[in-house]
């Protein structure tokens, strides 16, 4: 069972996300440009000066629905973000951090936009810097949806104009607050268990929802070989041509000698659990959980990650395996790995 | 000439603004991306949307919510849009026909505006709704 923070969830509400964010650049006529010509809006008065001043507007206005787009942090920063969400003890990180933590620690790891909800004060002109300041404002109990179960969030973004901001790249609360509102954002998401879907319980037999496939896997020219070779029944292993080193996952070169030259064997099936895990959650709908994962060293010498057919309390580092091959679906084959007795019987 | 000249006398309750129709490209996911600054690979990167169960590349939820309130400006005026909000109700998939669906659903006055209210939809050619909403517009009376 996951752990349920409802308690701590509930001490954020009312609280910043996190410190005041200031638009990486004012509102610009670059920026526009690439926006309605993604959107195909062709107004006149986001982009040419006398129309603008013909409309009454006295210059150039930014789309209402552009708003988000002046906050966005980019590409480098959210990667940034995201990898430090994933250090374990994640200390220094903001409200909206730690919120999202606690909801992915209850197995809430999937996210959805659900709902935006923009109120304007007046168009946003040219070269206005703006700074916004982010306040959790709702976190409900779990509810049951079509995706699965969640809890959904709602953080508003209030957004401020400041004439003077100059060069600086953050600002305190005191200098927000002498701003001039020009607009408010609401944007709710939910965060929800994998696999928990209304309706979604896998089930066999007749009159059941059908299981949802297995994920596919990405196929390249190199790993291709792997899962045509499943699907004819041979578990095939990537060999160096120079060499002869065995590797796996496929790889374009040889790891030892370099070499761009490889073929294939035909492994056993055969070996030795050399490491494994228990995966139960976030539970993904077309695995059956508690989900066992081995890392198997195959007797030919490399090794391999497959799932293990072998009750998770029996598994032991070491204990010998043997792969089956399962069809998933019609594209579908994987090596499967089941317990042997200790010492097979060799003899007649 | 463009800029919408909607007059709070002359709007009815039941009017239809004229629809924006547009079929939706990978290019265009990728241009709202470079544009919005929103990277989310799953609407870019079809070996990683494909890998993790979609059928391919789907659209950013606010780019229809952006393609749907460019109609509502058209309509309304670029500057008179107080209000904008939507449901993101499902996703949207390249190749599907668009289509802009906004009705007036009602008129009031508050605090000495004239307000228009919007029920305001986007549809693929199936009629399946991807985004529901509402808008509210502060118009110009006829003078």
Known sequence: MSADHSEELAALVGRRSGAPQVAP????????????????????????????????????????TMLQAWIMRGLKASLEAESRRAEPETTAGSDNDRMMALLDDEGRTSVVATNCDQHYVRPLRLGERLVTTSTIEDITAEKKTGLGEGRFVTTRIDFVSLPDLGEHASVSEEVVAAGEPVATMRFRILKYRPGTAKGAEVRDGDGGPARPRRPRPALTQDNAFFFEGTRAGKLLIQRCVSCHTLRHPPLPACAVCGSLDWDTVQASGRGELYSFVVVHYPKVPSFDYPLPIGLVALEEGTRLVADLAIDPAELRIGMPVEAELVSFDDELTLPVFHGLPAERDEGG | MSQQRLSFDDVHVGDQAPEKVHKLTRTDLVRYAGASGDFN????????????????????????????????????????????????SRQTWPNEVLTTKITVAGKRSEDGHDLVDLDVRLVNAQGEEKVIGEATAAVPSAS
């Open chain 1, 25 to 64: 650049d004012a509102v610009n006529l670059a920026m526009i440009r690439h926006w309605v010509e993604a959107m195909g809006d062709e107004n006149p008065v986001y982009l040419s000066e006398e129309a603008a001043t013909d409309a009454g507007f006295g210059g150039i206005v930014a789309p209402p």
């Open chain 2, 41 to 88: 690979p799953m609407h870019h990167d079809e070996v990683l949307a494909t890998a993790a169960g979609q059928p391919s590349v789907f659209g950013h939820g606010m780019f229809s919510m952006g393609f749907l309130g460019s109609a509502i400006t058209d309509y309304v005026g670029a500057g008179n849009l107080t209000h904008y909000k939507v449901r993101f």
